[in-house]
């Protein structure tokens, strides 16, 4: 009898479990089993996995065959088991050293005549064998770019099973074509075993606001000073934000222009990123790391699987976990199903997913800035000074209400988008502030809040809870009247009151201000109602 054994890595969206990987062989009738929890795609990797061997030029072990994926009762599933299956089976028949293979975390699919392909996740499953201690890892050559963002590991990509088996017995490696098959490029693996063994870092990086095109720029929007205003402090604070106003006024085009107004994504909060678009299988070949905040926004029709995660058998990450760290965009807010809005709500405030199916759960981080755009009423001219709109009082009350009260509650900002008049589009010219202008007062103020707050887990005001802001940086007595008045009259709710001094510190923090004043508070109340304190009303929402 002869047992080796290596390392894969099981995952549930973005968090792993490091697998062991165990070959047996025993004299007997030749015959393979696969046990460990092992959904259908990963009971077929035993079909793949012997063409793979016996298509490398190795032999294949005539005798009875198991192999054990332990822990058995984590449920595994994917192709990217079959590098590590392989080589165990090797090792377990002595054609490669099992103590060579002891050590390595190993992942990727093999082709039929032994080309190693890639897979989805290959960042998380680094990210959980060098939490597990693991210091040298085995990917396909396409993926190497990406598993080397993690620090302290060592990365070796192949291209097919015929330079592994090489490299892990010490022989000469053989070159081997590259992934489009085009003649006389190098064939070599990216590294070596040993001493030195690594994979360079790349030399681009993939930027995630406009899919790696240029970011539009808010020099483009002509008037809408209350909505440039909201963007700028949504932007500083990470506070959500609501666009309420006719066709045409210009809602879609200033949220495009949010991304741009972020601080670019820090390495910690890069890689979280990267790692749920790997899981995703949305990394673009060449540009592994995601280095601006992400820009995502579905269609109103979307299903609550495909904004918050979900799906049949193993859930897939949403469009909420894709716009971690930047920005969620919805359009036509009021035209999408309830239940799927609403689900919106527990990870607005807790900034992950957790979604259950009988395969498992997954939580996946969704710590996301959130827009929201919607009509007045159906037809969209509700309000209008042309009187033109014709839905019954009836119906644009249902249409409102399609916007519940508890998300409402959680959006910062509420600002009503105005058409632009003739006067303001000629007169402006599209001159108004650039992205990379407002951008350094918004890096400006982050860097403010973030020294401010120090070592808390928090560093933008939009995360602060509400008590911490009350007790421990509460604003100047008195500054706080006009929004304690409001909440006396129930326009606001207690949470209400906590996002008003969020935002007022926003404001305060723009401004270049130590503390909150109660103009700065003013502010804040303006920008979630509208109604602009000692001027009249500077645009009540309908």
């Given at each position: ?10 995952l549930v969206g973005v968090e792993g479990v490091v697998v062991e990987v165990q070959a047996d062989l025993e ?65 377990a028949a002595e054609r490669i050293d099992p103590r060579a293979i002891a050590d390595l975390m190993m992942v ?89 063994w690594g994979y360079p870092q790349p030399a681009g990086l993939y930027c995630a606001a406009g899919g790696g ?330």
């Amino acid at each position: 009898m002869a047992v080796a054994r290596t390392c894969a890595v099981a995952l549930v969206g973005v968090e792993g479990v490091v697998v062991e990987v165990q070959a047996d062989l025993e004299p007997g009738v030749a015959a393979f089993s696969l046990v460990g929890l092992a959904d259908k795609s990963l009971s077929e990797s035993r079909d793949r996995v012997r063409a793979a061997v016996i298509n490398s030029g190795a032999e294949w072990p005539q005798k009875k065959l198991t192999v054990g994926l332990s822990p058995a009762a984590v449920p595994k599933c994917g192709s990217g088991f079959d590098l590590a299956v392989a080589c165990a089976v090797l090792a377990a028949a002595e054609r490669i050293d099992p103590r060579a293979i002891a050590d390595l975390m190993m992942v990727g699919e093999l082709a039929l005549d032994g080309r190693v392909r890639p897979v989805r996740g290959v960042l998380p499953a680094v990210l959980t064998a060098v939490d597990a201690g693991y210091r040298q890892v085995v990917v396909p050559e396409q993926a190497a770019a990406e598993a080397s963002l993690v620090p302290d590991v060592s990365v070796l990509g192949v291209r097919s099973l015929r330079q592994l088996i090489a490299l892990l017995a010490d022989e000469p490696v053989p070159e081997e074509p590259s992934a489009g098959g085009q003649p006389g490029e190098p064939g070599r693996p990216r590294a070596a075993l040993g001493p030195g063994w690594g994979y360079p870092q790349p030399a681009g990086l993939y930027c995630a606001a406009g899919g790696g095109q240029a970011v539009p720029d808010l020099a483009d929007v002509s008037g809408q000073r209350l909505a440039r205003r909201a963007l700028e402090v949504a932007a500083a604070g990470r506070h959500h934000l609501l666009f309420k106003g006719p066709p045409g006024a210009g809602k879609t085009m200033l949220a495009e222009r949010l991304p741009g107004l972020l601080p670019p994504l820090t390495h910690q909060e890069s890689l979280e990123v990267t790692a749920v678009h790997s899981m995703s299988g949305s990394l673009p070949a060449g540009r592994p790391l995601i280095d601006r905040p992400p820009y995502c926004a579905p269609h109103h029709s979307a299903s609550m699987a495909s904004l918050v995660g979900g799906g049949t058998g193993v859930p897939r990450p949403g469009a909420m976990s894709l716009a971690h760290h930047g920005v969620l965009f919805i359009d036509e807010a009021a035209e999408m199903n309830n239940q799927v809005l609403d689900a919106l709500r527990q990870p607005l405030e807790s900034g992950h997913v957790v979604v259950a199916r009988a395969a498992g759960a997954m939580r996946m981080p969704a710590r996301v800035l959130l827009v929201l755009a919607a009509n007045p009423c159906p037809c969209g001219r509700h309000g209008s000074p042309a009187g033109e709109c014709e839905c019954l009082p009836a119906t644009v009350r249902r249409y409102r209400a399609r916007l519940s009260g508890p998300l409402l509650d959680r959006i910062d900002l509420r600002v009503l988008v105005e058409p632009v008049s003739r006067a303001e589009l000629v007169a402006s010219g599209g001159g108004g502030e650039s992205t990379a202008v407002v951008a350094e007062r918004v890096l400006a103020a982050r860097e403010r809040a973030a020294a401010r707050y120090g070592g808390a887990p928090w560093s933008a005001n939009g995360e602060v809870p509400g008590h911490e802001l009350r007790s421990r940086w509460a604003p100047p007595p008195g500054a706080l009247d006009r929004a304690e008045q409001d909440m006396d009259r129930g326009l606001l709710t207690a949470r209400g009151l906590d996002r008003v001094l969020r935002v007022a510190w926003t404001v305060a923090d723009l401004a270049g201000h130590d503390r909150p004043t109660a103009e700065d508070v003013d502010a804040a109340l303006e920008l979630r109602t509208g109604v602009r304190r000692g001027a009249g009303v500077a645009g009540s929402l309908p």
